[in-house]
């Protein structure tokens, strides 16, 4: 009886450290809000991994405003970003009321035409029935980041 006791406990310690050296370290991902607008309804996130930068935008949820949700615009790599920018930008020019498109994004989120006060903005879709709204103000100044952050001696 006491053999299969301090047996067992030995086969219980092995299996435990067994587990306990089997996970491997994870990079961790630096993310950081490199654009606000609107006063933080929306947002330019950077999520920097190693060597790869992925960029996300963050919009305010004003479908659920209580549950401080936030739709979120899975948009890729530096390049991507600027030609999905640029592509909204050209979209705030030719839509019109009752357009709505797909984004084309990872994140499947769809797109469409609002108009408030005179002012266009693009809604924008997200998971659980989340939506935020894009103003062209919003999309220049993201632009403005990217042209920036590429020439940098233009500041002195």
Known sequence: MKKSIILTVLVLIGVLSANAQGFERLETVNSKKVVNCDLGQAFLVENTMGADTVYI????????????????????????????????????????KGDSFNSGLQSENKLFYRNELGV??????????????????NVRSMLEYFNASQNPESDE
């Open 57 to 96: 935008i963050l919009l305010d949820d004003k479908a659920y405003p209580r549950l401080n949700e936030w739709v979120k615009m899975e948009v890729g790599a530096r390049p991507e970003t600027i030609e999905f920018l640029n592509k909204l930008l050209y979209t705030f020019d030719n839509m019109k």
């Open 120 to 137: 266009k903005k693009i809604g924008v879709t997200g998971e659980s029935g989340t939506k935020g709204y894009l103003r062209k103000a």
